[in-house]
Each structure stands twice: as structure tokens, then as C-alpha cells.
């Protein structure tokens, strides 16, 4: 069973940066690749960024292209999440998620939440206009 531990959400104001961090841990797992999906109020959970694990391959939604950056620390099972130029549609509960069955491997998977079976319990992101 992996665990993820998110952390860095908060308070902010538009325009403004903040980075959020995700640690993965457990016994005996793989890492294929790891994401952040976000759920604003009233709304269905969205897909933000991903980043494969070997190759560092990145993904972003088009949303967040040019503002948010993902990145990874292998050696600490850690997913980073840069966000800068925040908007005030942004605010949401932000999920850290990782795929440890290689299903990211599959077409789209990457981009929708099928693609990851463990998530963390969430950090919420608000930014004030």
C-alpha cells in the first residue's frame, strides 16, 4: 500500500507563487508516473499535470501551460508542483496521485484519474483576487 503525504497549499493572492509537494512511501512499490488533479467547488475533478517517473516526461493541462510546472525527485519518491501567475480560478482542493501499475502507460491514461490507484487526501489552494 502506498501512502502520499501533500503539503505547500495555502493562502495566496493572484498573481502570486506557491509550490506543493507530494512524498510517496510504502513497501515495495514502483512508481510509473505521478500527477496532480484539482477539485474546485461544485465541480469534477480535473487534471492539472503529470510527470512519467523514468523518463520525466511531462504533462500539463493546456489551463495551466506556461504557469505551472511539475517535476520530480526520484531519490525521495517526491512530485513537485510549481504554480506561478496564480489565478483566482485556481482555488481548489489540489490531489497528488501516482500510478504503481504502469496503467499510464495506456493511450490517455495519463490525463484522467483511472490512471492512478493511490491518491492523497488533498491540500486546498486559494487565491484571493
Known amino acids: 500500500q502506498v501512502q502520499l503525504v501533500e503539503s505547500g497549499g495555502g493562502l495566496v493572492q493572484a498573481g502570486g507563487s506557491l509550490r506543493l509537494s507530494c512524498a510517496a512511501s510504502g513497501r515495495s512499490f514502483s512508481i510509473y508516473a505521478m500527477a496532480w488533479f484539482r477539485q474546485a467547488p461544485g465541480k469534477g475533478r480535473e487534471f492539472v499535470a503529470a510527470?512519467?517517473?523514468?523518463?520525466?516526461?511531462?504533462y500539463n493541462a493546456d489551463s495551466v501551460k506556461g504557469r505551472f510546472s511539475i517535476s520530480r525527485d526520484n531519490a525521495k519518491n517526491t512530485v513537485y508542483l510549481q504554480m506561478n501567475s496564480l489565478k483566482a480560478e485556481a482555488t481548489a482542493a489540489y490531489y497528488c496521485?501516482?500510478?504503481?501499475?504502469?496503467?499510464?502507460?495506456?493511450?490517455?491514461?495519463?490525463?484522467?484519474?483511472?490512471?492512478?490507484?493511490?491518491w492523497g487526501q488533498g491540500t486546498q489552494v486559494t487565491v484571493s483576487s
Open positions: 510527470v512519467a517517473w523514468r523518463s520525466g516526461t511531462t
Open positions: 496521485a501516482v500510478d504503481t501499475r504502469k496503467a499510464t502507460h495506456d493511450g490517455d491514461a495519463v490525463f484522467d484519474s483511472y490512471g492512478y490507484d493511490a
